[in-house]
């Protein structure tokens, strides 16, 4: 595995995607950097990136032909953090379809983008970023978001922290790649967040009670007393 670092950059997520564009890639280069200027969250959010204390990277993955399912990649790789957190000390949930939380506040948060290369070749980048060493946030942040440190209240060595999440993760969408998604459901039912509880669309409007999610990744709710699932939307 490549890992090319960087101090100082705009986002992993845009390097990275040149990078693959360009089949400038070996197999699973990521990019790290110490700090973003532009790192960005889902929904066009963005991703709080101060120096020296969290991980922020980018992990080009290459897909095989038959595989059809990008979204589920932020499943995978939300499991992939919360198996490599649960080795350094903390226990994670996942609340669907990909933040990592610790309690019920955000340790983690994972984007991905899948493209195709100057030389038809595909690629899908996964970019997470997480909490490591961080100790407060920006006021619209706080309450909401943790880190390791916070959790523990001890710090942790970053370089220990990446090197077991990239292998987690590289595992992780090995297997996805082999196996399909249908093979980590159980994996990602076991530490669900919210399971039981209202699901509230982003209209407000609450939906169902949360069953879980199906082979395919989508949320599961379920409308009244013994009435049908409904799949809810992908990411
Ligand atoms: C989310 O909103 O939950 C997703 C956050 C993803 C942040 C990471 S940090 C590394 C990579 N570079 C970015 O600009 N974003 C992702």
Known sequence: ???????????????????ARDAGDDAWTTVVADRQS?????????????????????????????????PVVNHAAALA??????????????KWPNDVLVGDRKICGILSRAGGDDKGGRYIVCGVGLNVNVKDFPPELSGRATSMLME????????????????ALRERLELLFERGFASQVDDYLSIMAHVGESYVDAEGEALGEIEG?????????????GSELVAVGRM
């Open 213 to 225: 999610i199906d082979r395919r990744g989508r949320l599961l709710v379920r409308r009244g007393a």
């Open 38 to 70: 532009k790192g960005r969250g889902r929904k066009g959010d963005a991703w709080h990136s101060p120096p020296g204390v969290n991980l922020y990277f980018s992990m080009i993955a290459r897909p095989p032909d038959a595989f059809e399912d990008a």
């Open 81 to 94: 953090v919360a198996r490599a957190l649960s080795e350094h000390g903390l226990a994670c949930a996942i």
């Open 152 to 167: 523990t209240g001890r710090a942790f060595d970053r370089e220990a922290v990446l090197e077991s999440v990239l292998e």
């Open 1 to 19: 595995m490549k890992v090319l670092r960087f101090d100082d950059l705009g986002s992993t997520q845009d390097r990275a995607v040149e990078i």
